[in-house]
């Protein structure tokens, strides 16, 4: 009796060429390897940054406060005596990670349900769209401010809120795709192999819009983080001593006129960079993942 099986190598084959293909990219698109460089060193900064600082981020020395950048303090001191290049290399961490968080929980609620609004239509479709209409009718930071300000200024609920003002965006997104994608052949094909609807929608239907949902993703990570840094600054996210880019910003920002700049100016910078680097990746990630792009 014989057996039909598939080549063990067929993976290996897939994850070369897709290496093969990032590579070329990267080396065709001077920009895009830019953005992956300066992704790899905020990834470092946020995995190894406790680590790797000169000083305890929230260890205070009062003798050194309000001192300028030198070559003991980097970025100087703030108002307390703290280094300033430590605590802005440590708030990578929980920046990166509240926005990696609500990035995953918007696609698992928004996505999922935009695929299975487009696929399937009828009452899903009108439930689906009836919620996305309903979070657009408020203004997204102030809907944002209003439910953490409702279940508590914490990293749990500034990620929830995160994820549900991006919903609507998520949700459009995957339900044209999907919408689209419906009647494709292979769909059909799927559909007379006798697969599920189910299985049809995360074989079939999600891996193939993938492509424009990894590009929002990059894309709603920059404003994840600018939407906890904003919360943070008006007083309605993390809490201080936290080391975090918007209450850093925050902080010196009364100190401003009295002429110490560096103890806004390098959380600020550092927020500016992470989601510049955020909005160029958007565009390198799906030329490296849409097979349309691969030769």
Known sequence: MSELAVPSGRPAR???????????????????????????LIITAAVFGPLIVPYDPYASNTAMALKPPSMAHWFGTDQLGRDIFSRVVVATQLDIFIAVASVVLVFLMGG??????????????????????????????VLAMGIVAALGNTVENIILATAIVNFPLYA?????????????????????????DGRIVLTQVLPNIMPIMVV????????????????SFIGLGVRAPTAEWGIMVAEGAAFMVSGEWW?????GAALMVSVFCFNLLGDGLRDIVDPQRRT
């Open 172 to 196: 459009r997104i995957a339900r044209a795709e999907a919408n689209v994608r419906r009647e494709a052949g292979f769909v059909m094909a799927a559909r007379l192999s006798g697969n599920g």
């Open 263 to 267: 103890i806004a100016f390098f959380p």
């Open 112 to 141: 999922l349900a935009g695929v299975a609004a487009g696929f399937f239509g009828g009452w899903t479709d009108r439930i689906v769209g009836r919620i996305a209409d309903t979070i657009m009718a408020f203004p997204l930071f």
């Open 14 to 40: 897939g994850l070369m060429a897709l290496l093969h293909h990032a590579r070329y990219v990267l080396s065709e698109n001077p920009v895009t390897a830019f953005a992956f460089g300066l992704f790899l």
């Open 216 to 231: 929002q993703m990059s894309l709603t990570m920059g404003y994840a983080i600018l939407n906890a840094a904003g919360l």
